[in-house]
């Protein structure tokens, strides 16, 4: 129970700091989940991602998800899920109660503003950081060439291209004869 206690806690308190989605909470995830706590390697939450991009529902809550059940089991899972909505479910009710009163106060705009900013510098942060671990030789390069012009010139669904490029991810190191990484 106590451990269930800690996963709950922990997305807890990073949801409650995070703005801007799954993305902009990878380097909080990192060095929470990897650093501080050491439940797991930086390479599987990274995989986590991936999966949860392909998934329906919200990037943070499936990887939540992931390690929490990971650590403890289906009930860790829902410990990881309720943890990381607990905070939006507490803000959006407030705003929603308020936000009519404060949608036009030049300083409520101003934070969301600066808000938008910090938001693009975790995103920023968080890409350079897939991709380090993400494109790691040519054909991974390719991969990124081929889903970046997809996405693109053609609109394609973004399911469409993960499934593609995990398709192409396992014909091309099944031919080549070794694995990813």
Do not use: H
Not at 145 to 171: N, Y
């Amino acid at each position: 129970m106590r451990e269930l206690w800690e996963i709950f806690i922990a997305f807890f308190k990073m949801s409650g700091v995070t703005f801007g989605g799954g993305y902009a909470m990878l380097p909080i995830l990192q060095r929470e989940i990897v650093d501080n706590k050491k439940w797991m390697t930086e390479e599987r939450i990274i995989d986590y991602y991936a999966v949860s991009q392909g998934l329906p529902g919200i990037i943070a809550v499936n990887v939540a998800i992931f390690i929490g059940k990971e650590r403890k089991g289906i009930p860790g899972g829902i410990a990881g899920a309720l943890g990381i909505v607990g905070p939006c479910l507490f803000i959006i009710t407030f705003i929603a109660a308020f936000l009519s009163n404060f949608q036009d106060n030049p300083i409520v705009r101003n934070a969301f503003a600066g808000i938008a900013v910090c938001v693009s510098a975790l995103i920023l942060n968080s890409v350079i950081g897939l991709w380090k671990k993400g494109v790691v030789d040519k054909t991974g390069i390719a991969v990124f060439a081929m889903v970046f012009m997809g996405m693109m010139a053609t609109g394609l669904s973004p399911i469409v291209l993960i499934v593609a490029s995990a398709i192409f991810g396992i014909v091309s190191r099944k031919v080549a004869g070794g694995a990813i990484r």
